[in-house]
C-alpha cells in the first residue's frame, strides 16, 4: 500500500516549518495479514482475485483453529489483521473473530463489498471496534452495479457506508480502476468528500483471478498516470489545508517514483528529502510486510499470489511458515535488493519501487523476476534513455495546463 497523503503532509509541513520531517526507518516484526477467512460471496465481481461464488467451500478453517492462529500471529508480531473474503459477513463467526483482533490489540480491519450491512449489521460492526472498515465502490450506480454483477449493488453499498459513518466507524471506499470505470474516478472522490467519509483507496488491476481474465481490459498508461495526478493533487491540497483526507493507492509500486517526479515538479526543493523518504518505504512489501492466509489456511506472499501456496497453517505455524526461504519465490521476495530483470533491473528508482509488482510479470511471461508490465514509467523516466519532448499529464476534472519541453 502506498500512502499518499502521508508524504503529503510531511510535505506540508515542509513548507510551513522549513524542515522535513524525515524520521528514522522502523521495520514491523511482522507483515500485515491480509485474512481470506471465507470464500464464499454473495457477488460474482469481474475482478474477483479469489474466483468466489455464492456457495459453501469445504474444508475452512474452523473458529477454534482461527484463534489459534492469532495466537502465533500475536507472538510473530504481527501488527495489523485485515479479515476478508469472498464475503467476510457470511461467516457466522466473523464478530467474534473482529472482537478477538481487538482484544489483542491488532489494529484490525474489515474488508466488505457492504451490499449485507443493514441497521442491525451496523450496530454489530461498531459494537466490536473494528479500526477501519473499507468498501469497494468501483464506479457511480449501473458501473458499480455491471462490475459486481447485480443491480442494486451501489445503493446498497453506499447505504452501509452512510450506516457505519453514523455510528463513528471509520470506513473508506476502495475502487479499483479499468478502461470500463475509469470515467468515475472523479465522482467517487467527489461522493467520497460530499458524505464526509476519510479514505479513498485506488487500486490498479492486477493479474490475478478474475483480474486476470480481463487484463486486457486494464486502464491504458496515460489515464492511469492521470488519474495518479488527480489524486496528488487532491491530497496536496487537503495536506494543506490541514485537512484529514487519506488517499491511499496499492497493486503498482510505479507510484512512489512516480509521485517523486510530481515533487519534482511542484516542490523542487523538498524532492531530495521526499526521495529518502520514499527509499525508506521500499515499495513492494509481498513476501516482506504483507502475507496473506486464505480460507483453507494456505499461506501466501500476498493476495494476488493465490497460485503459489508456502504452506498450510494446519501443518506449521505461520511464523516458520513466513520465515522458511526454502521456497524459492520467498527467497527471491525477501531479496533485497531483488534480482529482477529487463527494465527494472537498470531502472534508478529500484530502491523506491523494489521491482513493483512481481505477480504481473509471473502471469504474462512466466518468469517472476521479469520486467513488471504495468510499470506506467517510460525509459527515459526510469533512467534508461535521453528524455524526449514530455507529455504534460491532466488530472482527471482538471483543465488542460500548457505543454513544455522537458
Known amino acids: 500500500m502506498f500512502r499518499i497523503s502521508h508524504y503529503m503532509h510531511a510535505l506540508a509541513q515542509a513548507e510551513c516549518k522549513g524542515t522535513y520531517p524525515l524520521a528514522a526507518s522502523r521495520k514491523p516484526r511482522g507483515p500485515v495479514v491480509i485474512w481470506n477467512l471465507i470464500r464464499r460471496c454473495n457477488l460474482t465481481c469481474k475482478h474477483c482475485y479469489a474466483f468466489s461464488a455464492d456457495h459453501e467451500y469445504a474444508g475452512e478453517l474452523g473458529t477454534e483453529e482461527v484463534f489459534g492462529v492469532m495466537d502465533d500471529l500475536k507472538a510473530f508480531g504481527v501488527p495489523v489483521l485485515i479479515l476478508s473474503g469472498g464475503e467476510p459477513l457470511l461467516r457466522p463467526d466473523i464478530l467474534d473473530i473482529g472482537r478477538r483482533a481487538r482484544e489483542m490489540r491488532f489494529y484490525t480491519g474489515l474488508s466488505t463489498n457492504g451490499t449485507l450491512i443493514d441497521a442491525g449489521w451496523a450496530d454489530r460492526i461498531a459494537e466490536v471496534g473494528f479500526d477501519y472498515v473499507g468498501i469497494s465502490l468501483d464506479?457511480?450506480?449501473?458501473?458499480?452495479?455491471?462490475?459486481?454483477?447485480?443491480?442494486?449493488?451501489?445503493?446498497?453499498?453506499?447505504?452501509?457506508?452512510?450506516?457505519?459513518?453514523?455510528?463513528?466507524?471509520?470506513?473508506?471506499?476502495?475502487?479499483?480502476?479499468?478502461?470500463?470505470?475509469?470515467?468515475?474516478?472523479?465522482?467517487?472522490?467527489?461522493?467520497?468528500?460530499?458524505?464526509?467519509?476519510?479514505?479513498?483507496?485506488?487500486?490498479?488491476?492486477?493479474?490475478?483471478?478474475?483480474?486476470?481474465?480481463?487484463?486486457?481490459?486494464?486502464?491504458?498508461?496515460?489515464?492511469?498516470?492521470?488519474?495518479?495526478?488527480?489524486?496528488?493533487?487532491?491530497?496536496?491540497?487537503?495536506?494543506?489545508?490541514?485537512?484529514?483526507?487519506?488517499?491511499?493507492?496499492?497493486?503498482?509500486?510505479?507510484?512512489?517514483?512516480?509521485?517523486?517526479?510530481?515533487?519534482?515538479?511542484?516542490?523542487?526543493?523538498?524532492?531530495?528529502?521526499?526521495?529518502?523518504?520514499?527509499r525508506q518505504w521500499g515499495g513492494n512489501a509481498s513476501g516482506l510486510n504483507v502475507?496473506?492466509?486464505?480460507?483453507?489456511?494456505?499461506?501466501?506472499?500476498?493476495?494476488?499470489?493465490?497460485?503459489?501456496?508456502?504452506?498450510?497453517?494446519?501443518?506449521?505455524?505461520?511464523?516458520?511458515?513466513?520465515?522458511?526461504?526454502?521456497?524459492?519465490?520467498?527467497?527471491?521476495?525477501?531479496?533485497?535488493?531483488?534480482?529482477?530483470?529487463?527494465?527494472?533491473?537498470?531502472?534508478?528508482?529500484?530502491?523506491?519501487?523494489?521491482?513493483?509488482?512481481?505477480?504481473?510479470?509471473?502471469?504474462?511471461?512466466?518468469?517472476?523476476w521479469a520486467e513488471d508490465p504495468g510499470c506506467y514509467l517510460d525509459d527515459a523516466e526510469i533512467g534508461l534513455a535521453q528524455p524526449a519532448r514530455r507529455i504534460e499529464i491532466t488530472p482527471f476534472g482538471a483543465q488542460p495546463r500548457a505543454a513544455r519541453a522537458s
Open 139 to 278: 464506479g457511480i450506480g449501473a458501473v458499480h452495479d455491471r462490475f459486481r454483477r447485480l443491480e442494486g449493488a451501489f445503493d446498497s453499498s453506499l447505504g452501509a457506508v452512510r450506516l457505519l459513518r453514523d455510528r463513528g466507524v471509520r470506513v473508506g471506499l476502495r475502487y479499483t480502476m479499468t478502461d470500463m470505470n475509469a470515467q468515475d474516478l472523479v465522482p467517487l472522490l467527489e461522493l467520497m468528500r460530499a458524505e464526509g467519509i476519510p479514505k479513498f483507496y485506488f487500486s490498479h488491476l492486477n493479474y490475478a483471478g478474475r483480474g486476470n481474465l480481463h487484463r486486457g481490459r486494464d486502464a491504458r498508461f496515460t489515464a492511469t498516470r492521470a488519474a495518479l495526478y488527480g489524486l496528488f493533487d487532491r491530497a496536496w491540497e487537503d495536506a494543506r489545508r490541514g485537512g484529514n483526507e487519506e488517499y491511499v493507492t496499492g497493486n503498482n509500486d510505479a507510484d512512489g517514483p512516480f509521485l517523486l517526479m510530481w515533487a519534482r515538479e511542484r516542490l523542487p526543493q523538498w524532492a531530495p528529502q521526499l526521495q529518502a523518504h520514499l
Open 291 to 368: 502475507a496473506n492466509i486464505d480460507n483453507l489456511g494456505h499461506v501466501h506472499p500476498d493476495t494476488m499470489w493465490w497460485h503459489h501456496d508456502l504452506g498450510s497453517v494446519r501443518e506449521r505455524p505461520f511464523s516458520r511458515i513466513w520465515n522458511d526461504l526454502s521456497d524459492p519465490l520467498m527467497a527471491g521476495l525477501k531479496q533485497q535488493p531483488r534480482a529482477v530483470g529487463g527494465r527494472c533491473a537498470g531502472c534508478q528508482y529500484l530502491a523506491i519501487c523494489g521491482g513493483n509488482t512481481r505477480v504481473r510479470a509471473q502471469q504474462l511471461t512466466g518468469n517472476a
